[in-house]
């Protein structure tokens, strides 16, 4: 069992996020702007709440980043055409702001303020390790939120993707839990379309809609081709974002370094005291495996390529998946700051911190470290 979840995110209350963001209001602007609160509830879910209840198309709204389930979270949201009004639901509450002329996209944020209780921990020596990565950093490693969609799965679901087995990406997707029993029976009803959606109660609207195609049609492209398109591109993100993560993982431990577990027998290398090897690291933002990348000459490439060959990716890197790129180039600070970090209560077992990180980083990333440092 992965440690972080006897440590934090014990109820909501412990892992409060709030994003720093500022919409640009204009009178004239086409886009609404509203604010999202929620708690233990899944932001594509409510945001998928929000489509059907206002009947407007899931490809018209825009957010910075998806925020924790197991949390208390704060978001801006944009929908082009939305109603200047304010809405509610189950573990939600959605408020208008206003309008602009612009939607907001993925990383529009400045960063999110992060309230956690660590529990079940040496406070002190948490402390301790917390104020030492305020001053080295860390790297700026994807956390497991990035990977919910191949948590339970035995392949990331890209790699059957990018062989054009769209079969087993789906089943691989819609019979993953962490319910052995339901896993089997949801395997054991695949095909069995009316019967398996009795069963798989837990899937959106949006997720149900592939398989009323093959409920009709039993054509396995044609029922990937009509999930969201948010949720396509996360599937191929989440294996680009894997690949980074082992690649600087690579790097980190050829200096000083500790090692933690992560998911799906995954191992992050986080560094100890700061070395040339991380100082040069530092300075980086580097690239994610793509075309583009191999074709550009930058520090490390070496452990890169290694990746790509483990791998056996380079007869895919100019594939498309239903006519998206498989793997699209950009680039990633390989190591972050926390700022304005203040311990704000402290017992001699748990302890509760707050901390600013830039958009797209993560604070359980963070508390590993905090967590496996000496």
Same mark, same amino acid.
């Given at each position: 069992?992965?440690?972080? *979840? ?15 963001? *500022? ?33 407007? +198309? ?42 602009? *002329? ?11 303020? %992060? ?108 029922? %990937? ?90 007869? %895919? ?9 498989? %793997?699209? +180039? ?43 440092? *000496?």
């Amino acid at each position: 069992m992965d440690i972080l *979840k006897e440590k934090i995110k014990q109820n909501p209350q412990d892992f409060v996020v709030e994003e720093v963001f *500022k919409p640009p209001l204009s009178l004239q602007g086409r886009f609404s702007y509203y604010r999202l609160e929620k708690v233990g509830r899944n932001t594509l879910d409510v945001l998928s709440e929000i489509s059907k209840r206002w009947r407007i +198309p899931l490809s018209r709204f825009g957010f910075s980043g998806l925020k924790d389930k197991r949390a208390t979270t704060s978001q801006y949201i944009s929908i082009e055409g939305g109603p200047a009004k304010n809405l509610r639901g189950k573990g939600w509450k959605l408020t208008y702001i206003g309008k602009g *002329k612009e939607g907001i996209e993925i990383g529009s944020a400045e960063g999110n303020l %992060f309230t956690i209780t660590i529990r079940n921990v040496d406070a002190s020596r948490i402390a301790h390790n917390l104020k030492v990565i305020e001053e080295i950093g860390f790297v700026n490693y994807f956390g497991e939120q990035r990977f919910l969609s191949d948590l339970n799965t035995k392949k990331p679901i890209a790699y059957y993707l990018l062989r054009g087995d769209f079969e087993n990406a789906l089943k691989e997707y819609y019979t993953q839990s962490n319910n052995p029993f339901l896993r089997k029976k949801l395997r054991k009803l695949w095909g069995k379309w009316t019967l398996f959606l009795e069963e798989a109660k837990h899937l959106s609207q949006q997720e149900r809609v592939p398989i009323l195609v093959l409920k009709r049609t039993r054509d396995y492209e044609k029922a %990937f081709r009509s999930l969201p398109k948010n949720l396509k591109l996360m599937f191929l993100f989440s294996y680009q974002s894997l690949l980074w993560n082992r690649t600087l993982a690579k790097i980190v431990s050829k200096g000083p370094h500790v090692k933690a577990p992560f998911i799906k027998r995954e191992r992050l290398c986080f560094y100890t005291p700061k070395s040339p090897l991380i100082e040069k690291l530092s300075s980086l933002e580097f690239p994610y495996i793509s075309k583009e990348a191999l074709e550009e000459e930058f520090p490390f490439k070496d452990e890169l390529m290694k990746t790509v060959e483990e791998e056996g990716l380079l007869p %895919f890197l100019d594939a498309e998946v239903a006519k998206l790129k498989a %793997f699209n +180039p950009g680039k990633r600070r390989a190591v972050v700051h926390p700022k304005r970090m203040e311990v704000l209560y402290q017992t001699r077992k748990s302890i509760t911190v707050r901390f600013f990180l830039p958009s797209g980083s993560y604070a359980t990333v963070l508390i590993r470290k905090a967590i496996f440092l *000496k």
